[in-house]
């Protein structure tokens, strides 16, 4: 079974720009979560999905965020315009709310440099 | 607020040298606590999952136990391949958002 992928694995980008990354969940899992860690600091949450539906953003910095999930599958989170303090890395996670344990899975990150 | 508290920072080791490391959280209704090890350049890879007081979970060389306020992951006679950042995490809320802490670096030398 494939796992959480996550594309690009590192982007390189001027302040100003915009950036687009991609996730691709464990198919079937219908939760999709978005996290970043930022240099020195822990993990944070900022965004949910169920299916195509936004649970929860609250975690998002601000309006240059931006996060789709189209019919469900992939989601993808932009960025527009890049600012330095978004560098960081991006991960995102996928869980399945049926029986089973809680648990969420994670892709490998796109490393986010902002110049 | 909820908060999560991992110490150390970093741990290093001899190998076979066994060692414990520290997750201290404070959450209003535990809906479980994750264990996580991340290797440089990957996302959080899963361990273990506990979710009440006094239960206890191995693999190998790791055991995680859980008490009311705190967990801890013990490791028993390391090798270097265990090297890595150990991460907690605690669900914020029933939709399971993660409250991180910050982990602990673990290098166990040959």
């Known amino acids: 079974e494939a796992g959480v992928t996550q594309f690009p694995s590192h982007s390189v980008i001027e302040k100003g720009q915009t950036v687009t990354l991609r996730c691709d969940p464990i198919s079937g899992h219908d939760n999709l979560y978005w996290y970043r860690r930022v240099m020195g600091k822990e993990i944070k949450f900022l965004l949910h999905f169920v299916k195509e539906s936004k649970q929860d953003e609250s975690g998002m910095p601000n309006n240059r965020f931006l996060a789709e999930r189209t019919g469900g599958t992939y989601s993808t989170l932009k960025v527009q315009p890049a600012e330095l303090e978004d560098s960081g890395v991006y991960f995102c996670?996928?869980?399945?709310?049926?029986?089973?344990?809680?648990?969420?899975?994670f892709g490998p990150g796109t490393r986010l440099t902002v110049l | 607020e909820d908060q999560v508290t991992q110490s150390p920072e970093a741990l290093r080791l001899q190998e076979g040298e066994s060692s414990s490391l520290n997750c201290s959280y404070t959450v209003s209704g535990l809906r479980g606590l994750f264990w996580y090890r991340q290797d440089p350049g990957k996302g959080p890879e899963f361990l273990f999952t506990l979710y009440s007081a006094g239960e206890e979970k191995e693999k190998e060389r790791l055991k995680a136990t859980l008490t009311k306020k705190e967990s801890f992951l013990h490791i028993t006679a390391p090798k270097p391949e265990d090297s890595a950042t150990y991460l907690c995490?605690?669900?914020?809320?029933?939709?399971?958002?993660?409250?991180w802490g910050a982990g602990t670096k673990l290098i166990i030398k040959p």
């Open positions: 996670a996928s869980r399945y709310s049926g029986a089973g344990p809680d648990t969420q899975y």
């Open positions: 995490a605690v669900p914020m809320d029933s939709n399971y958002q993660l409250i």
